[in-house]
């Protein structure tokens, strides 16, 4: 009996149960948006950056009857070109969880009882206030964050720094770049990455230097993907201390002992030299060598002070400090195999290939944050692979505007908008346009952001104002800083969206707009500066934290420097801000041209941004009449560090014998606090667990959902064990995403940073695991 | 049986389909050197390989021979492995690595007059383990056999947001090798997956699976 393919067809279609499934939702196929969109209703679509990470996609928010409705990606911004990610797709719905904070809360007998916003805002001023005349200025802090808009973090600085005299302001950034920030300082003497994404449509080889960004830059990695499929001339090597994602789509993965990442830089530069591959002209028209402290410490005492110190040296100097890290040598410290470390360094080395570094957390979160930032840069000054479209060693960012914000505005310890509080003209500036005496700004740097929570723990500090950040789930260490925040007579103040375990300790709750419910603008990983209006309206009694921080001035009597009415704040904000950074090396946009375009990059120039650096081809700030110009530092060049491979804080001995790596996932964004509460993302990853290795598991006697009790010297936590999921770590370690309060991973991590940029290193601990 | 000419057109087309094997061998050797291991997230490597190795006018191309009617027609359940629809010369049985002459890469195949719909798991060569032949179309017994429905299209969480993946990954991984390409069905075809990371937008919520919102405890 022989069916021909028709009969055959009709023939199992009428015996198949599910005969008519095919014809049940006929003509719906993917990709078929407009007709979707297609609701009662008129969508009408605004421009804002998402909300969620630093790579600052453009997107297109849809809004029907004043509710937020739909997302596209906006086919008007260079950096995602009409594409998103999952987040940002799905970002609108963030806006929407139920349990949205639209009243103020104070605490009252221990419990936590609505009141009217204007009355929670009198009881922060009048504690400030109280706290002050009692303990002095330095009792009072602000702690913020990387998704701050820019004026956000603008009016903290102005009131804290400007006003109250006080330098307590820090960001959450200081845990995700601020190792960047002194890399870019200590090598260039400007912050901010010379290149922009369109570095990705010139290179040919990729370097991912512990950076998964399949997961973490998905936008920017799918542009390389697409760039590999269209020009044949294109790798992508991952070097990294866990197989992920961006494993799975390199061309080669490289796997290197946590820490050793050092070594390995010396080794690429080691084998630049002996091979050759300087580029001679650019080494001795734009570089110098430097040489700095070592044996530099961890930072987990309280009180710890470091101070490093430059020295020169030349190039000779450089070469003989290299010769402590041949391949041979580092292949036995970092396990990363000598044939592979040439062949890194000649790929960096090949005058013919353009190379793109790209690092965000694993380079930054680090106990030498500061040094590996050095060498990576190290290995593109000696070939001369710098400044130019396709050759660029990039710092990506996590947040939002952790760039605009933190780095830009300047709300960490030491800085101001513009330089630093230890410098006396930078002071009279910030003074002059602040209008307040130059005296009220403290020359000396307080708390930088562990040294803020220890404060508060010891009672140093006695008030703190958190906004827009999670610090209870994402300080490391985290159960110290909880009882610190904990004690008696600590006042602690959260501005947030959502109900988190930051605001479970909070005497004051400040329901706060969240994203387009307020104008506002954020700064991107490429010196992009985005702006959004308000497009919906903030949910009950919510207020922008701009706002909120200029209520809680007046009432301190600082009237005459928060004097901005609401209906146009932002626009003088910006305009006044934008003062400090006058001048060809950081223009920023006026106001009228941000409200016009999706990004505008700095330095904005006679009407032209600026995409590369550094490079007078590209960037008027150029003035040496030579092919570079490298500004930022007195001696008009890039600085190439002599840094050393130091071991880790804390390593894997007999007793605590894995390695602890945290992160994240694509679905979730920091503690989960906007993406658990969007149905898709929750559900593709509605909770947490640890990756172990399969063999470890093994040993450990577990299977995939079985309880693993992680230990280690701070804390210990139960969860599932997840086998051959979203990535695999090497024999040795377990890997953990933070987004998931309910295993706050953090009461495990340690407290240790990076001694140049008090970053602590999330990427490394000690634990041993225990099958629950 | 088939005529000669017949015969001749299926040999070039085999002979023109193993060229492609025989390259694809080559770079999956390439990639089996690599110290990254292959069974995880999914096998999502499958994915970013086939982006990189499927030629543009292939991932581009479209038929609209095949329907969702003719899928789910296959099929017992949603999920379950398709029935062979078409006639297998029984001088083959035994030697399965036939079904990849064409099944592994697709093409056209003027026996057929169709484009070969792309196995996502041709690394699994025993393709009679799962995939039944038919020489029958009469049943033993009637069956009171009822499935679910399958998962419904385009259920996007926003209007204008892409539709999570409905179904289990599980030997489904390569996402190009059924929703790329002339023998895709028509339904379910793309026409962006030279952009290669296709889990960046598409989350994965299995439709069968009870959805639930996230509550602080």
Known sequence: MRLDRRQFIKQSAISSALATAGALFPGISFGDWSRLAQNNS???????????????????????????????????????????????????????????????????????????????????????????????????????????????????????????????????????????????????????????????????????????????????????????????????????????????????????????????????????????????????????????????????????????????????????????????????????PARDIKYMAALYGDPSVKVTSFWCMGMNQHTRGTWINNLVYNIHLL????????????????????????????????????????????????????????????????????????????????????????????????????????????????????????????????????????????????????????????????????????????RLGFEKQFSWDQSDYIEKIWEEYRRFHAGPKHEMAPYSVLAERSGVQWPFVDGKETRWRYNPRYDPACSNGKDFDFYGKKDNRAWIWARPYEPAAEFPDSEYNFWLNTGRVIEHWHTGSMTRRVPVLHNAVPSSYVEIHPEDAAELGVVNGEKVKIISRRGEITMPAQINGRGVPVRGMVFVPFFDESYLINEVTLDAFCPISKQPDYKKCAVRLEKA | MMNGQQRHSKSAVCVALLGV????????????????????????????AAQQDTPQVYLDADSGGRTLTDFYSLRQYPGSPPRIPHEVDTSFSGNETNCLSCHRRGGYSSEFDAYAPVTPHPENTLCYQCHASVQSETLFVETGWKSIQPPRLGQSFLSSSPPPVPHSLQLRENCIACHTGPGAVAEIRVSHAARGDCRQCHATVVQSTPISEFERK
Not at chain 1, 131 to 152: E, F, H, N
Not at chain 1, 158 to 181: D, H, I, P, Q, Y
Not at chain 1, 478 to 504: H, I
């Open chain 1, 42 to 336: 008129v969508i009408s679509w605004q421009k804002s950056p998402c909300r969620f990470c630093g790579t600052g996609c453009g997107v297109l928010v849809g809004v029907s009857d004043g509710r937020a409705v739909a997302v596209k990606g906006d086919p008007n911004c260079s950096v995602n070109k009409g594409l998103c990610c999952m987040k940002g797709y799905h970002s609108v719905q963030a806006l929407y969880g139920k349990d949205r904070l639209t009243k103020a809360l104070i605490r009252r007998d221990g419990a936590m009882v609505e009141v009217p916003i204007q009355e929670a805002l009198d009881l922060v001023a009048q504690k400030l206030q109280e706290t002050r005349d009692a303990y002095g200025k330095d009792s009072v802090a602000m702690y913020g964050s990387g998704q701050w808009t820019i004026p956000d973090g603008y009016v903290a600085s102005k009131l804290f720094k400007g006003c109250l005299g006080t330098n307590n302001v820090e960001a959450n950034a200081r845990l995700c770049m601020s190792s960047a920030v002194t890399g870019f300082m200590t090598s260039f003497g400007l912050d901010e990455p010379m290149g922009c994404y369109e570095d990705i449509d010139h290179a040919n080889v990729f370097i991912t230097w512990g950076n998964n960004m399949a997961e973490m830059h998905p936008v920017l990695f799918s542009r390389m993907l697409a760039q590999r499929k269209r020009r044949t001339n294109v790798k992508i090597i991952d070097f990294a201390t866990r197989y992920s994602r961006t494993s799975q789509a390199a061309d080669k993965s490289i796997i290197f002992r946590p820490q050793t990442d050092l070594a390995v830089a010396n080794a690429i530069c080691y084998e630049i030299i002996k091979n050759d591959w300087v580029n001679w002209n650019f080494v001795n028209e734009h570089v110098s060598f430097h040489k700095g402290k070592t044996n530099i410490g961890y930072g987990t005492e309280d009180h710890f002070a470091f101070t490093d110190k430059a020295e020169s040296i030349d190039f000779e100097d450089f070469k003989t400090f290299l010769e402590d890290y041949t391949p041979e040598k580092v292949e036995k410290i970092s396990g990363v």
């Open chain 2, 21 to 48: 094997t025989a390259l694809l061998l080559v770079s999956e050797n390439v990639r089996a050197e690599s110290s990254v291991p292959g069974n995880f997230d999914n096998q999502g490597a499958k994915i970013f």
């Open chain 1, 383 to 554: 070939v001369g692979k710098i400044s130019m479209p396709g050759n660029s060693p990039f710092s990506l960012t996590g947040q939002p505007s952790a760039c605009g914000t933190v780095r830009e505005v300047g709300t960490l310890t030491h800085k101001l908008p513009h330089g630093v509080v230890m410098n006396e003209h930078d002071r009279e500036m910030a003074a002059q346009i602040w209008e307040v005496p130059v005296e009220n700004i403290d020359p000396k740097p307080s708390y930088h952001t562990v040294e803020m929570f220890r404060a508060l723990d010891r009672g140093d500090i006695k008030f703190i104002w958190i906004q827009v950040t999670n610090p209870m789930v994402t300080m490391p260490n985290l159960k110290r800083y909880r009882d610190g925040a904990l004690k008696e007579d600590r006042f602690v103040v959260v501005s947030d969206v959502y109900p988190t375990p930051t605001t479970d300790i909070a005497d004051v709750i400040l329901p706060a707009a969240m994203w387009v419910e307020q104008e506002g603008m954020y700064g991107n990983s490429e010196r992009r500066t985005q702006h959004f209006t308000q497009i919906v309206d903030p949910p009950g009694e919510a207020m922008s934290d701009t706002w909120q921080i200029i209520e809680v001035a007046r």
